[in-house]
């Protein structure tokens, strides 16, 4: 950990501290694992930007059916890029201390494959294949769970907006225990 | 292509500005914003600790919210907001209060960020998920918690206790060569009421009775640990010179710091619960039936790292939606009314039937310890023998047996959903677990509370049996604190060796079996049961509950068995087990096993409650010697110090103590 004191000045880590959820020694970690993942640089640049398939290789997203969609919201330039810092910003939201609306949003922003900012029919079939694995539900049995979902949840039609999304989630307190992990 | 920088959302974070930040001044500053986009610098000293957090649940990248951040903090220079200055006060409010959040941050990191177990734990909970990952989070959140209050414990009443017996010894082997310490002693036996005793002779009595140790004292302890400070009954019952004329009261000394760690244990594990209880918390009376939602968006669990584990998670999830659609496509029938109620008399009949079934065994336990008594030669508790191990041995088979058919029977209750099934499980060992240790406890209790003629009645029968002289009347003292102490001493011991024992069963087994297909019976045994292993531990820790105040070393005892246990069932569940199909709703059993564990240390400290207001004390051995009553003790105390009890009375005012509680959430 010696060499990753000095990568960072300590405005920097005032900063990550101040505006993320995780702590100076989890910083430092992210740090170590993130060289892990893009290989070791001679000189640490932060604000190098690499392919989202790097990412791909973190264990913890390396068997989560929705890792694509995971690297795409959090580039936060919108080019298929992630940079330390973005990689900071996923290890925040996942982390403990994340707030549930912060959660939320980007969970939103996650399952909602066709960007169309609501969760309609063709998202949810999209997330139930991917949740179940290489065994999928027979079609008919999934449409009526996407049907069966958008009735309980869909108060004015047009799929699942990001407020209602927020709303149906506070309900559901295992959401952020199973939306988190730990670097 | 989705956009994450709408202007809609640059007013939502100008409004959270607005509100926290600029206090009155929002109107011109959010026109500002709202027209030219761009934000005012405002000087650091304007900004309090809510700034922070607002900015911290910002939903942007984290380049966007250093970019702010460092606009918001920039110089001022311009004459304009030299112009809006603050008062001094407020400057100072603002700073104090910026100090207080940033330290109690770093508390809450260094707290939060214990690297205790860290790898181990993550290595668990990416190979079962949150499920198991919380029974060992369990496990550490008490480890760390016993350790403190056993560093407590150490400090304050081991270390000067032996101490005080290292200076007596050295002076008492100049005093021994002259009187007749027998003699004198079975004099000092004879009374039994009111006044504290002489120090050197109450020291002299323990040194006058040296116990070989012998091999078996591990597993009993009894023989020679009684001599020692594991038991209440070694400790002091007055104060001791330190160096320097400074005076150490033993007695004083016992009970606040046991009271202390009592204290710790309450406040600790109460703050957790109101704070999970808080988070958990969901409003079923007014909420549309939405499992649906739930067992498609949460269930899949983020911490996974194992590719195994990623596949059996994919199928337990499949196997819950086609369970789910099935059920949904067979039309519900409506249950007529006469079926309900048939369906709660079974569940009544059920409930009785355990109930009845825990009566028996509290009854049966009492009986055990009756005769287990008698059996002995008098109610001497130095004799070391193996017969001291029934009672434990037959206490442990109950709580391994009996929760295990529990579980059994309660699937024929016709119970509907697997959360039920679950609570009352639970609920159904804890009263199990609390009727063993209860009954336990109030035979001890019941025991001493004769009258003192029998007493030296059977003393003094036990003098015929041995048919000895005086020198062996002095050795059998009747020290129920002690006996008690040695009973949960063995409790935990033997639970601790059979469990071992099982464990290592299981292990042949699954080596055994690794290759064979998996029966039913097998796929029981191989399974991590999270609520058997939890409840488990819950029950260790209402042992270390029960006996702390009549074993002082019960939390080292504890905290060693929970790092062997830790790592056996690492072990165990990496290499052999594997985890439960079905899905575990993690929140909400976190939150009901800490209520179990807050109910069952509340009534341990109100039978303790209990017992210090109406407990008879031993006259003859522990740091309350002499007194009738424990209470007694205190009012001595008070007696000279007026001012404790009005420390204490201001201590329990409701003011005080809703402000604590606050503070705590």
């Not at chain 1, 997203?61 to 929705?66: A, I, Y």
């Not at chain 2, 007014?286 to 949460?298: A, G, L, R």
């Not at chain 2, 009738?628 to 009890?645: A, C, M, P, S």
């Amino acid at each position: 950990m010696g060499n990753s004191k000095s990568v960072f000045t300590e405005e920097e880590l005032q900063d990550y501290e101040d505006l993320t959820y995780l702590t100076r020694k989890e910083i430092f970690l992210a740090w170590q694992r993130w060289e892990e993942l893009v290989g070791k640089q001679g000189a640490p640049n932060k604000s190098r930007r690499y392919p989202e398939r790097k990412l791909f290789d973190l264990p913890e997203l390396k068997f989560n059916p929705f890792k694509e969609r995971i690297t795409r919201v959090f580039s936060s330039e919108r080019d298929r890029h992630i940079g330390f810092e973005d990689f900071l910003d996923l290890l925040s939201v996942m982390s403990d201390n994340a707030p549930l609306q912060l959660k939320a949003f980007y969970a939103f922003h996650i399952f909602d494959y066709n960007e169309d900012q609501s969760l309609d029919g063709e998202d949810l079939e999209i997330v139930i294949d991917r949740l179940t694995g290489n065994e999928k539900l027979k079609e008919e049995e999934k449409g009526k769970l996407i049907q069966r979902l958008l009735a309980e949840v869909d108060l004015d039609g047009g799929g699942i907006s990001q407020e209602e999304f927020k709303h149906l989630l506070t309900k559901c307190p295992d959401f952020i225990n199973a939306f988190r992990f730990s670097i | 292509m989705c956009e994450l920088w709408d202007k809609k959302e640059n007013i939502e974070f100008s409004e959270t500005l607005r509100i926290n930040v600029y206090g009155g001044r929002y109107e011109e500053i959010w026109s500002l914003w709202y027209h030219t986009g761009c934000l005012p610098s405002v000087p650091s000293r304007d900004l309090c600790p809510a700034y922070w957090e607002a900015l911290r649940e910002l939903c942007k990248p984290l380049k966007l919210k250093k970019e702010i951040r460092h606009r918001l903090t920039a110089r001022q220079t311009s004459s304009q907001a030299a112009a809006r200055t603050i008062s001094g006060w407020k400057h100072f409010k603002y700073t104090m209060s910026m100090h207080w959040y940033k330290m109690k941050q770093s508390v809450q990191d260094a707290f939060h960020d214990y690297s205790l177990w860290h790898k181990e734990l993550k290595k668990v909970e990416g190979t079962f998920g949150t499920g198991v990952g919380s029974y060992f989070r369990f496990l550490r959140y008490l480890f760390i918690l016993n350790f403190c209050i056993t560093l407590l414990v150490c400090g304050f009443i081991l270390t000067p206790q032996l101490l005080f017996r290292l200076s007596d010894e050295n002076e008492n082997l100049s005093l021994s060569s002259q009187n007749g310490p027998e003699e004198e002693i079975a004099f000092e036996f004879a009374v039994s009421d009111g006044l504290p005793y002489d120090r050197s002779l109450s020291s002299l009595a323990y040194a006058a009775t040296p116990e070989k140790f012998g091999p078996i004292d591990w597993l009993t302890g009894s023989g020679w640990f009684v001599t020692t400070e594991l038991y209440y009954g070694t400790y002091h019952n007055g104060s001791f010179s330190l160096a320097s004329g400074q005076h150490y009261n033993v007695a004083e000394a016992y009970f606040f710091v046991i009271f202390l760690c009592f204290i710790i244990y309450l406040v600790v594990i109460l703050h957790r619960v109101i704070v999970l209880y808080k988070n958990n918390y969901i409003d079923t009376v007014h909420d549309m039936p939405s499992t649906y939602i739930k067992k498609v968006f949460s269930s899949w669990d983020f911490s996974i790292s194992e590719k195994k584990a990623a596949a059996l998670k994919h199928k337990s999830i499949y196997n819950e939606l086609t369970e789910l659609m099935q059920e949904y496509m067979n039309d519900e029938v409506n249950e007529a009314f006469c079926a309900r109620v048939m369906a709660m008399c079974i569940k009544l009949v059920f409930w009785v039937i355990v109930l009845g079934v825990l009566c028996v065994l509290g009854w049966f336990m009492y009986i055990l310890l009756d005769n287990g008594i008698d059996e002995n030669v008098g109610e001497t508790t130095n004799i070391s023998d193996v017969s001291l191990l029934i009672y434990p041995l037959i206490v442990t088979l109950i709580m391994m047996v009996v929760p295990s058919i529990l579980e059994g029977i309660v699937r024929f209750e016709g119970y509907r959903s697997p959360r039920h099934i679950l609570y009352v499980n639970l609920v159904r060992t804890i009263m199990l677990e609390l009727t063993i240790l209860g009954v336990l406890i109030g035979f001890w209790y019941t025991r001493e509370q004769k009258p003192a003629l029998p007493e030296t009645t059977d003393s003094m029968d036990v003098d015929v049996d041995t048919e000895d002289s005086d020198s062996t009347h002095v050795q059998e003292r009747y020290c129920w604190e002690t006996s008690l102490g040695e009973e949960v001493y063995r409790l935990l011991i033997i639970d601790f060796l059979v469990s071992l024992l099982l464990i290592i069963l299981l292990l042949i087994f699954s080596i055994v079996t690794r290759k064979k297909s998996l029966g039913r019976a097998q796929q029981f045994l191989l399974e991590f049961s999270i609520s058997r292993n939890t409840l488990h531990l819950i029950y260790d820790q209402t042992l270390l509950w029960v006996g702390l105040f009549f074993c002082p070393l019960t939390p080292l005892i504890v905290l060693l068995k929970m790092t062997i246990t830790f790592y056996i069932q690492k072990f165990m569940a990496l290499r052999f087990l594997r985890a439960d199909e079905r899905p575990w709703r993690a929140a909400q059993t976190e939150t009901v096993f800490f209520a179990l564990t807050l109910v069952s240390l509340i009534l341990s400290f109100l039978a303790y409650g209990f017992n210090i207001l109406r407990g008879h004390s031993s006259p003859d051995c522990g740091p309350f010697q002499g007194y009738k009553h424990y209470v007694d003790f205190l009012w001595d105390l008070t007696e000279n110090q007026g001012t404790i009890l009005a420390v204490i009375g201001w201590i329990l005012r409701p003011g005080v103590v809703a402000g604590i509680l606050g503070i705590l959430m």
